[in-house]
C-alpha cells in the first residue's frame, strides 16, 4: 500500500487548511485509515480516523476543530479549521489492515505511512 499526502502548508491562527490522502496498491483490507502528527521534539500523536464503517475517532485536543472524511474507500481528507500554533507539525497519513481494531489510535495499529506533510500555524 502506497499513501500520498498533500495539502500542508503555512497558515495564520484561525485559519484552515485541508489534508487529503490517497491511497494505492492493495488497499482492499481498508480497516482504517488515520492522521497523526509529530511535532519537533515530540512523539507522534494520534490525531483521528475512520474506519472501514465510517466510525470516526479524534483525539481531545482536535475535536470540534478537525473533521476527517473520506469521498470513497482510499481517500481521505483532514479538514482543519481555528488552527493553533500548538497544530504545527508533520501530519502523516496512516493506514490499517486490522479490522478487529474497534477504536484505532496507536501507533501499532496501522502497518502503512505516508512521508509526511508539513503544516506550520503562525501566530
Known amino acids: 500500500v502506497q499513501l500520498v499526502e498533500s495539502g500542508g502548508g503555512l497558515v495564520q491562527a484561525g485559519g484552515s487548511l485541508r489534508l487529503s490522502c490517497a491511497a494505492s496498491?492493495?488497499?482492499?483490507?481498508?480497516?482504517?485509515m488515520g492522521w497523526f502528527r509529530q511535532a519537533p521534539g515530540k512523539e507522534r500523536e494520534f490525531v483521528a480516523t475512520?474506519?472501514?464503517?465510517?466510525?470516526t475517532y479524534y483525539a481531545e485536543s482536535v475535536k470540534g476543530r478537525f473533521t476527517i472524511s473520506r469521498d470513497n474507500k482510499n481517500t481521505v481528507y483532514l479538514q482543519m479549521n481555528g488552527l493553533k500554533p500548538d497544530d504545527t507539525a508533520v501530519y502523516y497519513c496512516a493506514f490499517s489492515q486490522y479490522f478487529g481494531v474497534t477504536s484505532p489510535r496507536q501507533i501499532r495499529d496501522y502497518d502503512y505511512w505516508g512521508q509526511g506533510t508539513q503544516v506550520t500555524v503562525s501566530s
Open positions: 496498491g492493495r488497499t482492499s483490507s481498508n480497516a482504517a
Open positions: 475512520i474506519r472501514w464503517n465510517s466510525d
